[in-house]
């Protein structure tokens, strides 16, 4: 296997030509900020998703904390209905389509090429488009607070979003948000699978593939088949609203049930689109830190597929209370309850990777190991809320909250910050604060159990969600406060976090290029990688092709009788 890089060959057509090389008597690049508002290097595009959907979730942040301080205690008037309605609307909107969705972009975007041995993506001028698409969106659908926010909440279910119960821009706004982002996500989507089918480095079969990129292919096949619904949906909406028709107006023949089946055709795969490429995320981390192979590779890539096929199939999980036959409720209670199997796999291959590991107690890893932990909380309440005469209990309580952020931010997010943590030397070059970072972990654990383990109990008293005050009397008074005050030190924990990256940019330890004898590809560069990723591609011969290359540098070096080290090379 190849472990040294030679400088390319300056001849037309080269594989390895160098950029200097073939941008020769082309005009030089743009320099300084220029340069990053007309990249198409995917890794700087990468960074700009980072910094763009790390904004929007602060932003989003704040918008929880304030509705956090409306429930502190009961009959509160800190802020009116209008206000309180418009945060709800900002916040779940901000959170799904503005950093979940987008963040993953932004890990694939930096790091698909790199684990597969490839120099960029396979349309880089689509692949700037997709960010740019994602950054006008969130303006656009920003841009409402100066007129009217929408208070439709994330789903904006029809006919309260129609324009004869909700008029004004809020909702418009919405709208384009939709529609720009999800254009972004679609072309996005599109270069991944482009990128992944042709451009995987010479030895990278189907099953030496990394489980991360398994995560963003099967993320990418939900997005293309997914968002054409919601496409459909909110252009329907658009035209009920300002070109006289009909689709869900119920008094001029249209159906409300309409716009549920299309949004939850495209909203139940979103769970997934949200959580696989976290689980992919960990999938990395948890093998490099417990200093073995992943248990059953093959069983987590097959796990993953089977969620993304059985998550096209549960959209009406959402409509138990809706007028529906109790065949097709069965029948999506049934398919949900199926769902648990493939992902109860990943969960014990996961445990089976760490046990007997020689642990390496790294910020990552505690990300990383806190994910199963409270996934499975989530998954548990999920299938409560899957059993339909249940359903007709919790629905529309705080029970569901409860359920949702398990879900999302004790795996999507806590996922997040694990590949962060983990993959930050590679993209600056320096480690961030141990110390500051397990300090982020356990503050944020901390305060997130305050926050949403109490909401189930504050549902099964009767609490319901998307109201803005609550009687004394309702008996979820203490719940509500333990609530607020873990909301804060959620809060704490996630600036922990933002300071340690700032800092480190600056003060970190100089990482090296291969700080965690990671098993990827990403790790054989330099960090931060050069322009063209790779002088020369090594050759991948297993499912861990970094873990090949250390095996046969020190076996040259111990026929030459030196130690040698991996040499990486780059412009």
Do not use: C
Not at 255 to 278: K, N, R, S, T
Not at 520 to 542: A, H, K
Request: aromatic residues 14%; hydrophobic residues 50%.
């Amino acid at each position: 296997m190849a472990t040294t890089s030679q400088p390319a060959a300056a001849t037309a057509g080269s594989e390895g030509l160098k950029p200097e090389i073939v941008m020769h008597g082309l005009p030089p690049e743009p320099k300084g900020w220029l340069s990053w508002l007309t990249t198409t290097d995917h890794k700087k595009i990468g960074i700009m998703y980072f910094v763009a959907t790390f904004i929007f979730f602060i932003i989003g942040g704040v918008e929880a904390l304030l509705m956090r301080l409306q429930l502190a205690q009961p009959d509160s008037t800190l802020i009116d209905p209008e206000t309180y309605n418009g945060l709800v609307s900002m916040h779940g909107t901000t959170m799904i389509f503005l950093f979940i969705v987008p963040v993953m972009a932004a890990f694939g975007n930096y790091f698909v090429p790199l684990m597969i041995g490839a120099r960029d993506m396979a349309f880089p001028r689509l692949n700037a488009l997709s960010f740019w698409l994602l950054a006008f969106g969130g303006v656009a659908f920003y841009a409402s607070l100066f007129f009217e926010p929408p208070q439709a909440g994330w789903t904006s279910y029809a006919p309260l979003s129609d324009d004869a119960y909700m008029p004004g821009g809020g909702i418009d706004a919405w709208i384009f948000l939709i529609h720009l982002t999800g254009l972004s996500s679609l072309v996005g989507a599109i270069n991944f699978v482009a990128t992944i089918h042709n451009m995987r480095a010479p030895g990278m079969s189907w099953g030496r593939m990394p489980l991360f990129v398994w995560s963003i292919l099967i993320y990418s096949y939900l997005l293309i088949a997914a968002l054409p619904a919601i496409a459909a949906a909110v252009t329907m909406l658009l035209t009920d609203r300002h070109f006289g028709t009909a689709f869900f107006d119920p008094t001029a023949g249209g159906d409300p049930m309409l716009w549920q089946h299309l949004f939850w055709f495209f909203g139940h795969p979103e769970v997934y689109i949200m959580i696989l490429p976290a689980f992919g995320i960990i999938s990395e981390i948890l093998p490099v830190f417990a200093r073995k192979p992943i248990f059953g590779y093959k069983a987590i890539a097959a796990a993953t597929a089977a969620i993304a096929f059985l998550g096209l199939l549960v959209w009406a999980h959402h409509m138990f209370t809706t007028p529906t036959s109790t065949v097709v409720l069965i029948f999506f209670m049934l398919s949900s309850f199926a769902i648990a199997v493939p992902t109860g796999i990943k969960i014990f291959n996961w445990l089976a990777t760490l046990w007997k590991g020689s642990i390496v107690f790294k910020t990552p890893l505690y990300f990383a190991a806190a994910l199963p932990a409270l996934f499975v909380i989530g998954g548990i309440s999920g299938v409560m809320l899957a059993i339909f005469p249940v359903d007709w209990q919790l629905h529309d309580s705080y029970f569901v909250v409860a359920h949702l952020h398990y879900v999302l931010f004790g795996g999507s997010v806590f996922g997040i910050f694990a590949g962060v943590y983990y993959w930050y030397p590679k993209m600056t070059g320096r480690l961030m604060s141990e110390g500051l970072g397990k300090l982020s972990f356990w503050t944020m654990f901390i305060g997130f159990n305050m926050t949403f383990l109490v909401q189930h109990s504050a549902g099964l008293s009767g609490m319901p969600r998307r109201i803005y005050d609550y009687s004394g009397d309702l008996g979820v008074n203490d719940y509500n406060l333990i609530s607020t005050i873990g909301s804060f030190l959620l809060g704490i924990g996630v600036l922990i976090t933002v300071i340690n990256a700032l800092r480190s940019y600056r003060k970190g330890k100089v990482a090296g290029n291969d700080p965690w004898h990671g098993n990827t590809l990403e790790w054989f560069v330099q960090s931060p990688p050069p322009v063209n990723n790779f002088d020369e591609i090594p050759r991948v011969r297993s499912v861990e092709p970094m873990k090949d290359i250390r095996r046969e540098v020190a076996r040259s070096g111990e026929q030459a009788g030196t130690v040698a080290q991996p040499v990486v090379t780059g412009t």
